[in-house]
């Protein structure tokens, strides 16, 4: 028979020895599955990054190429005589590859200030109908020679937003751009803008292309995801347009939402807040920086 009391003595020292090996062993597994969660996070990154810089190597060599190519044959004008006709021709084909290639570059360093927070924004009242009919402007000729249709449909009400007019500029462009892009032929990219009740502004953009499922939306948002190289590249181009749209739009305290299905569509969502709602937040961060 069992002396003293149930539960004490030895008992309760087998019981607690028992509960620390038990909790010693919770504690290596998680650490273990951390480690192992971590490891596989940095080969992501790092396989993701390899791809980004071996696209943007070809990326950049491309319009380079072109460059160095057609100005060779242009030095070389006095060994073989070129007609008018050439020389404007190859010095069109050299604008637009240097064009291309500044945009290149510009990309790069813009996702590089976004993601470092050194990205300054010039914040004014601006007309959002001259932003985005200037932009649809500019991409008429590329829509036309894709044979794709672009709607613009502003509304009777003038749309007046807080932000930066160029920055707004370059992030609709690269939506719009991505949208005719990414059309197939005899498609069609609709445009329209909504004033919402609190003043808001809402841009939608439509198109009849590619689509995405839910796993490509997340990596086209990605500032590194969509250059997985497993996926066909159909289209050339840095990939970076979307994610820099989105955070330029969410420094100006916007929000983007994508809405896509294969082979049927994609549907971008832009809100852009009250006017007043910015100056608000504006001058909060203005005193910010004199506190700090």
């Not at 590194?224 to 739009?249: H, N, Y």
């Amino acid at each position: 028979m069992l002396g003293g009391p149930i539960g004490t003595g030895k008992g309760n020292s087998l019981l607690g020895e028992y509960s620390l090996k038990l909790g010693e062993a919770v504690l290596r597994s998680r650490t273990h599955q951390a480690e192992k969660s971590a490891r596989m996070e940095v080969e992501i990154a790092s396989r993701i990054k390899s791809e980004f810089i071996s696209n943007m190597s070809h990326e950049l060599r491309t319009p380079l190429n072109t460059v160095i190519g057609f100005s060779k044959l242009l030095a070389e004008h006095d060994k073989r005589r070129l007609s008018d006709g050439e020389v404007v021709e190859y010095a069109r084909l050299i604008h637009d590859a240097s064009c291309n290639l500044l945009s290149i570059i510009n990309d790069i360093l813009d996702i590089s200030k976004i993601q470092s927070g050194h990205f300054r924004l010039d914040s004014h009242e601006i007309n959002l109908d001259d932003i985005l009919e200037g932009v649809v402007a500019g991409l008429r000729a590329e829509a036309n020679r894709a044979a794709v249709a672009i709607d613009l449909n502003l509304g009777s009400e003038t749309l007046t937003v807080r932000g930066d007019a160029n920055k707004l500029r370059q992030s609709f462009a690269n939506l719009i751009g991505n949208a005719v892009k990414f059309t197939s032929l005899g498609g069609k990219v609709e445009i329209n803008c909504e004033a919402e009740r609190d003043g808001a502004v809402s841009v939608h953009i439509r198109d009849t292309g590619l689509g995405m499922d839910a796993q490509e939306i997340e990596l086209a948002l990605s500032p590194f995801g969509q250059v997985d190289s497993t996926r066909a590249r159909w289209r050339e181009g840095t990939g970076l347009g979307l994610p820099i749209a989105k955070a330029l739009i969410e420094l100006q305290g916007g929000s983007l939402a994508i809405k896509s299905e294969k082979n049927v569509g994609t549907h971008v969502t832009v809100m852009l807040p009250p006017p007043e709602f910015i100056a608000y937040m504006q001058r909060g961060l203005e005193i910010q920086d004199r506190d700090a």
